[in-house]
T-cell receptor, first 115, second 110 residues
Framework: KAGVTQTPRYLIKTRGQQVTLSCSPI?????VSWYQQTPGQGLQFLFE???????NKGNFPGRFSGRQFSNSRSEMNVSTLELGDSALYLC??????????????FGNGTRLTVT | GDSVTQMEGPVTLSEEAFLTINCTYT??????LFWYVQYPGEGLQLLLK?????DKGSNKGFEATYRKETTSFHLEKGSVQVSDSAVYFC?????????FGAGTRLTVKP
Protein backbone atom coordinates (compact mmCIF):
# COMPACT_ATOMS: atom_id res chain seq x y z
CA LYS A 1 0.00 0.00 0.00
CA ALA A 2 1.45 3.35 -0.98
CA GLY A 3 2.09 5.80 1.83
CA VAL A 4 1.19 9.46 2.08
CA THR A 5 2.68 11.36 -0.83
CA GLN A 6 3.51 15.04 -0.67
CA THR A 7 4.60 17.16 -3.61
CA PRO A 8 6.77 18.97 -4.23
CA ARG A 9 9.52 17.89 -1.88
CA TYR A 10 11.26 21.28 -1.91
CA LEU A 11 10.11 24.77 -2.78
CA ILE A 12 11.85 28.10 -2.83
CA LYS A 13 9.66 31.20 -3.04
CA THR A 14 10.12 34.91 -2.45
CA ARG A 15 8.20 37.10 -0.03
CA GLY A 16 4.78 38.12 -1.23
CA GLN A 17 4.31 35.12 -3.52
CA GLN A 18 1.81 32.37 -2.93
CA VAL A 19 2.34 28.63 -2.86
CA THR A 20 0.24 25.48 -3.14
CA LEU A 21 1.27 22.19 -1.58
CA SER A 22 -0.28 18.86 -2.44
CA CYS A 23 -0.96 15.73 -0.41
CA SER A 24 -2.27 12.32 -1.49
CA PRO A 25 -3.37 10.23 1.49
CA ILE A 26 -3.13 6.49 1.88
CA UNK A 27 -5.79 4.80 -0.21
CA UNK A 28 -9.01 4.55 1.78
CA UNK A 29 -8.07 7.22 4.30
CA UNK A 30 -10.60 10.05 4.45
CA UNK A 31 -9.01 12.31 7.04
CA VAL A 32 -6.11 14.58 6.12
CA SER A 33 -4.32 16.89 8.53
CA TRP A 34 -1.62 19.48 7.92
CA TYR A 35 1.17 20.49 10.30
CA GLN A 36 3.91 23.09 10.19
CA GLN A 37 7.24 22.05 11.68
CA THR A 38 9.92 24.57 12.60
CA PRO A 39 12.93 24.29 14.92
CA GLY A 40 11.56 27.00 17.21
CA GLN A 41 7.87 26.10 17.40
CA GLY A 42 7.96 22.36 16.82
CA LEU A 43 4.89 20.73 15.30
CA GLN A 44 1.93 23.06 14.98
CA PHE A 45 -1.47 21.95 13.76
CA LEU A 46 -2.81 23.85 10.75
CA PHE A 47 -6.09 22.17 9.85
CA GLU A 48 -7.87 18.88 9.31
CA UNK A 49 -10.23 17.78 6.59
CA UNK A 50 -12.62 14.88 6.51
CA UNK A 51 -14.83 14.08 3.53
CA UNK A 52 -14.09 17.47 1.92
CA UNK A 53 -15.08 19.40 5.07
CA UNK A 54 -12.73 21.29 7.36
CA UNK A 55 -13.32 19.80 10.79
CA ASN A 56 -10.67 21.53 12.83
CA LYS A 57 -8.40 24.53 12.45
CA GLY A 58 -5.28 25.62 14.28
CA ASN A 59 -4.23 29.10 15.24
CA PHE A 60 -2.82 30.35 11.94
CA PRO A 61 -3.68 33.50 9.99
CA GLY A 62 -6.13 33.45 7.12
CA ARG A 63 -3.24 33.42 4.63
CA PHE A 64 -3.14 29.68 5.29
CA SER A 65 -5.97 27.79 3.67
CA GLY A 66 -6.69 24.32 2.48
CA ARG A 67 -9.17 22.09 0.77
CA GLN A 68 -9.90 18.46 0.20
CA PHE A 69 -11.19 16.87 -2.97
CA SER A 70 -13.68 14.06 -3.41
CA ASN A 71 -10.83 11.55 -3.84
CA SER A 72 -9.46 12.67 -0.41
CA ARG A 73 -6.44 14.38 -1.92
CA SER A 74 -5.73 17.67 -0.20
CA GLU A 75 -4.01 20.94 -0.99
CA MET A 76 -2.90 23.74 1.24
CA ASN A 77 -2.26 27.25 0.05
CA VAL A 78 -0.24 30.02 1.63
CA SER A 79 -0.70 33.50 0.19
CA THR A 80 1.48 36.59 0.63
CA LEU A 81 4.40 34.55 1.88
CA GLU A 82 6.51 35.85 4.76
CA LEU A 83 10.03 34.85 5.79
CA GLY A 84 8.59 33.19 8.89
CA ASP A 85 6.60 30.78 6.74
CA SER A 86 9.80 28.89 5.96
CA ALA A 87 9.22 25.46 7.43
CA LEU A 88 8.63 21.79 6.78
CA TYR A 89 4.96 21.24 6.02
CA LEU A 90 3.73 17.80 6.90
CA CYS A 91 0.58 16.12 5.76
CA UNK A 92 -0.90 13.17 7.62
CA UNK A 93 -3.81 10.89 6.89
CA UNK A 94 -5.82 8.59 9.10
CA UNK A 95 -8.38 5.92 8.45
CA UNK A 96 -11.19 7.11 10.64
CA UNK A 97 -12.85 10.35 11.48
CA UNK A 98 -9.91 11.38 13.65
CA UNK A 99 -11.06 9.20 16.51
CA UNK A 100 -8.86 8.88 19.56
CA UNK A 101 -7.60 5.49 18.42
CA UNK A 102 -6.59 6.37 14.88
CA UNK A 103 -2.88 7.04 14.48
CA UNK A 104 -1.66 9.50 11.89
CA UNK A 105 0.36 8.39 8.88
CA PHE A 106 2.72 11.13 7.75
CA GLY A 107 4.24 12.02 4.43
CA ASN A 108 7.87 13.10 4.12
CA GLY A 109 6.88 16.73 3.95
CA THR A 110 7.44 19.71 1.72
CA ARG A 111 10.36 21.93 2.69
CA LEU A 112 9.37 25.53 1.94
CA THR A 113 12.02 28.23 1.95
CA VAL A 114 10.94 31.85 1.65
CA THR A 115 13.62 34.35 0.64
CA GLY B 1 -6.53 22.47 27.14
CA ASP B 2 -4.77 19.18 26.59
CA SER B 3 -0.99 19.30 26.38
CA VAL B 4 2.11 17.12 26.26
CA THR B 5 5.45 17.82 27.93
CA GLN B 6 8.49 15.75 27.11
CA MET B 7 12.05 15.94 28.32
CA GLU B 8 14.25 18.34 26.46
CA GLY B 9 17.15 17.05 24.50
CA PRO B 10 19.37 16.46 22.95
CA VAL B 11 20.12 13.06 24.43
CA THR B 12 23.41 11.39 23.53
CA LEU B 13 24.04 7.75 24.42
CA SER B 14 26.54 5.07 23.61
CA GLU B 15 25.40 1.98 21.73
CA GLU B 16 23.75 -0.63 24.00
CA ALA B 17 22.92 1.96 26.68
CA PHE B 18 19.49 2.12 28.32
CA LEU B 19 17.14 4.82 27.06
CA THR B 20 14.40 6.70 28.87
CA ILE B 21 12.61 9.70 27.38
CA ASN B 22 10.09 11.20 29.79
CA CYS B 23 6.65 12.30 28.69
CA THR B 24 3.82 13.67 30.82
CA TYR B 25 0.44 14.88 29.71
CA THR B 26 -2.49 17.01 30.77
CA UNK B 27 -5.92 16.01 29.55
CA UNK B 28 -9.49 16.48 30.66
CA UNK B 29 -10.75 13.24 29.16
CA UNK B 30 -9.26 9.84 28.43
CA UNK B 31 -6.88 10.30 25.53
CA UNK B 32 -4.89 7.79 23.56
CA LEU B 33 -1.13 8.19 23.82
CA PHE B 34 1.45 7.76 21.08
CA TRP B 35 5.15 7.87 20.42
CA TYR B 36 6.25 8.92 16.94
CA VAL B 37 9.78 8.88 15.54
CA GLN B 38 11.23 11.14 12.85
CA TYR B 39 14.36 10.11 10.99
CA PRO B 40 16.39 12.74 9.12
CA GLY B 41 14.66 13.99 6.00
CA GLU B 42 11.47 12.08 6.66
CA GLY B 43 8.03 12.59 8.16
CA LEU B 44 6.92 11.13 11.46
CA GLN B 45 6.29 7.41 11.83
CA LEU B 46 4.16 5.80 14.50
CA LEU B 47 6.39 3.92 16.92
CA LEU B 48 3.85 2.66 19.45
CA LYS B 49 0.55 3.55 21.07
CA UNK B 50 -1.61 2.86 24.11
CA UNK B 51 -5.31 3.57 24.29
CA UNK B 52 -6.18 3.13 27.95
CA UNK B 53 -4.67 3.20 31.40
CA UNK B 54 -2.10 0.48 32.18
CA ASP B 55 -1.80 -0.46 28.49
CA LYS B 56 1.75 -1.08 27.35
CA GLY B 57 2.69 -0.21 23.80
CA SER B 58 5.75 -1.86 22.31
CA ASN B 59 7.58 -1.98 18.99
CA LYS B 60 11.17 -2.59 17.82
CA GLY B 61 12.35 -3.01 21.40
CA PHE B 62 10.77 0.26 22.56
CA GLU B 63 8.12 0.23 25.29
CA ALA B 64 5.88 2.74 27.02
CA THR B 65 3.17 2.24 29.64
CA TYR B 66 0.11 4.46 29.99
CA ARG B 67 0.18 5.59 33.63
CA LYS B 68 -2.98 7.45 34.53
CA GLU B 69 -2.01 8.00 38.16
CA THR B 70 1.16 9.87 37.17
CA THR B 71 -0.18 11.10 33.79
CA SER B 72 2.93 9.75 32.12
CA PHE B 73 3.93 7.74 29.06
CA HIS B 74 7.71 7.38 29.28
CA LEU B 75 9.55 5.76 26.37
CA GLU B 76 12.16 3.10 27.20
CA LYS B 77 14.52 0.81 25.35
CA GLY B 78 16.93 -1.56 26.99
CA SER B 79 19.75 -1.38 24.46
CA VAL B 80 19.87 1.39 21.86
CA GLN B 81 21.53 1.11 18.47
CA VAL B 82 23.10 3.72 16.20
CA SER B 83 20.09 3.28 13.90
CA ASP B 84 17.80 4.57 16.69
CA SER B 85 19.24 8.06 16.25
CA ALA B 86 16.22 10.24 15.46
CA VAL B 87 13.79 12.72 16.98
CA TYR B 88 11.08 11.21 19.19
CA PHE B 89 7.70 12.85 19.73
CA CYS B 90 5.18 12.03 22.42
CA UNK B 91 1.56 12.78 21.44
CA UNK B 92 -1.95 12.49 22.78
CA UNK B 93 -5.21 12.24 20.92
CA UNK B 94 -8.72 12.79 22.09
CA UNK B 95 -11.88 12.87 20.01
CA UNK B 96 -11.01 16.09 18.25
CA UNK B 97 -7.31 16.75 18.28
CA UNK B 98 -3.81 15.31 18.34
CA UNK B 99 -1.21 17.28 20.28
CA PHE B 100 2.53 16.72 20.08
CA GLY B 101 5.35 17.34 22.49
CA ALA B 102 8.34 19.41 21.42
CA GLY B 103 10.37 16.37 20.41
CA THR B 104 13.57 14.89 21.86
CA ARG B 105 16.58 14.40 19.64
CA LEU B 106 18.46 11.16 20.36
CA THR B 107 21.97 10.53 19.09
CA VAL B 108 23.50 7.10 19.61
CA LYS B 109 27.27 6.83 19.20
CA PRO B 110 29.05 3.59 18.32
Amino acid sequence: KAGVTQTPRYLIKTRGQQVTLSCSPISGHRSVSWYQQTPGQGLQFLFEYFSETQRNKGNFPGRFSGRQFSNSRSEMNVSTLELGDSALYLCASSAGAKTRDSPLHFGNGTRLTVT
Amino acid sequence: GDSVTQMEGPVTLSEEAFLTINCTYTATGYPSLFWYVQYPGEGLQLLLKATKADDKGSNKGFEATYRKETTSFHLEKGSVQVSDSAVYFCALSDLNDMRFGAGTRLTVKP
